[in-house]
C-alpha cells in the first residue's frame, strides 16, 4: 500500500483556472495537453536531434557551464556529505556544444553524463521564448534545464516550476 497522495491532472485548463484553482494550492499538479502546438513541442516530438537542433538554431553563442559527472556514477549528480565537494565537474561552453554533446554521449554505452541546469532561456534563447509562450507564467522569465538520463538529488528550489 502506497502513502503517496496522487497528483491532481487538469486537461488544458485555461489561465484563469490555473491562476485561481490550481496555483492557490501550492501543490505539484499536471496540465496536460497545454503545450502542445508550440514549435518546440513539435520538435520534441521528433526526438531528441530534432529538439537539439531546433534549439541550437536559436542560440545566441553565450558560453554557460555544463555539468559532467563520470561513467561511474550513472547519471547521478550530487554533493558529498559535507557539500565541499561533488562527483561533477563543470565544463565552460556554447549550448549548441553541450547538446551536441549530450546527444553523442546519450547514445554511448559508458559514456559521461551531462546536463545543462537553470539556463535563463531570455539570455541563451531568446526566440524560443517568442516563438512557444507559456500561457500562465507570462511574466516568469522561462529556464532550460537539459540532458540525458541524469538523476539530481533533491533539493529546496524556491521557484515554481512548469516542466515539459
Known sequence: ???FTPISEYISPSPDDFHSKIR??????ILRQVCMDWPLIKKAKKGPAALFSYLSA???GRELQSL????EVKGQFYYSENFRTQNFEYVPQTL???????????AE???PSRYVQSVPMTDYMPSVIAEN????????APRAWIGGETTVQTHFDPSENIAL
Request: no cysteine.
Open 1 to 3: 500500500m502506497s502513502d
Open 24 to 29: 492557490p494550492l501550492g501543490q505539484p499538479a
Open 58 to 60: 536559436q542560440e545566441t
Open 68 to 71: 559532467l559527472a563520470p561513467p
Open 96 to 106: 549548441s556544444a553541450a547538446l551536441q554533446d549530450i546527444l553523442r554521449e546519450s
Open 109 to 111: 554505452i559508458g559514456a
Open 133 to 140: 509562450v507559456m500561457p500562465y507564467l507570462k511574466d516568469v
